[in-house]
Each structure stands twice: as structure tokens, then as C-alpha cells.
């Protein structure tokens, strides 16, 4: 299975897990890493710009790349959060790849298939990523969003806000 074959979002999310016997466990480690606090003095975020479905395996690897590159600065002196959450089911009809399976499989056209993955539908305008950083750090907080950027099937921007000293970052 590809990821591109489950990019675009088509139709509407398929979400009930009551109905589905085996559904692949979360694969995201943690949503939030760093020292929850207040002090920090601006706010990154990596913001889509685009319709998309973002595999959870993205999402994993856009954090861990993240994490591993700012955690060099020391873990008291950011805050990194994943903001979307993997909640639509993804299905995949398995076809026969043998000779003759264009026989068998004729009459499969609209198969509900087997759960294989969950993904996260983020629109135009959404945070994928946030980091809260002091000012000294700013620099390196750019480089781990800019790493984190190209695990992740869309085009994002960043946006780098002044945060007010008394408002603590909301854990999720």
C-alpha cells in the first residue's frame, strides 16, 4: 500500500470503530514533548496549505525528525505539540495477484476492505506542528520545522507568533 492512494480526501471520513473488528493500534508515541511552561517568548507553527490526509506514520516521522533536532537546546527550553489527531479509518481492498485475477476480481469493484492504517484529514490553514521556544532558540526551532516539513505530504508555511509571557502553552 502506498500513501499517495489515501492523500486526497475523498468522500466522507470513515470513523466508526464499533463497526470494524481489527483496527490498527495509534502509532504516534507522544503529542506533546518538552517542558510545559510559561516564559517562552515565540510561538512556531507549521500550517497546511492544503486539503490532504496525513497517514499517521507522516505524522510520527514529521515529529520524531522535530524532536530530534530541537532536544539539542534542552528539553526545558521548548515546548513541541502535534496538533492533529489519526481518527479516519483507512480501508484497502487487497486484489488477487496471480495469473488470471482479473477474472476473479470483477466483481469486487466496490469492496469495503480491510482496515490498514489511520490517517488525520487536516485542511488549508491547520497547525500540523507547534513549537513554544525562547528567543535564543528561535533559529534552531526554524531548522526542526523546517526538517519536519518534508515528511509530510503538503505544502506547509511557517508562522512565527510573539507569545504573551503570562499565557502557558495548552497541553492536549
Do not use: C, W
Request: charged share 30%; glycine share 6%.
Amino acid at each position: 500500500m502506498k500513501g499517495r492512494n489515501y492523500r486526497r480526501p475523498e468522500g466522507m471520513p470513515y470513523v466508526r470503530r464499533e463497526y470494524i473488528d481489527a483496527i490498527p493500534g495509534l502509532r504516534i508515541a507522544k503529542f506533546t514533548m518538552g517542558k510545559l511552561t510559561t516564559g517562552y517568548d515565540y510561538i512556531l507553527r507549521l500550517i497546511s496549505e492544503g486539503s490532504v490526509q496525513i497517514r499517521q506514520n507522516a505524522l510520527e516521522a514529521a515529529r520524531v525528525a522535530a524532536n530530534k533536532t530541537i532536544e539539542e537546546i534542552g528539553e526545558n527550553n521548548y515546548f513541541l505539540r502535534l496538533v492533529p489527531y489519526p481518527h479516519v479509518i483507512l480501508r484497502e481492498n487487497k486484489m488477487i495477484a496471480t495469473a488470471g485475477a482479473d477474472r476473479l476480481s470483477e466483481g469486487m469493484r466496490r469492496a469495503f476492505g480491510k482496515p490498514v492504517g489511520l490517517a488525520a484529514r487536516v485542511e488549508p490553514g491547520d497547525t500540523i506542528l507547534e513549537i513554544y521556544v525562547k528567543k535564543e532558540f528561535l533559529e534552531k526551532a526554524k531548522e526542526a520545522l523546517r526538517v519536519a516539513r518534508s515528511k509530510l505530504p503538503v505544502k506547509t508555511r511557517l508562522e512565527i507568533i510573539e507569545a504573551q509571557k503570562e499565557v502557558a502553552p495548552q497541553a492536549s
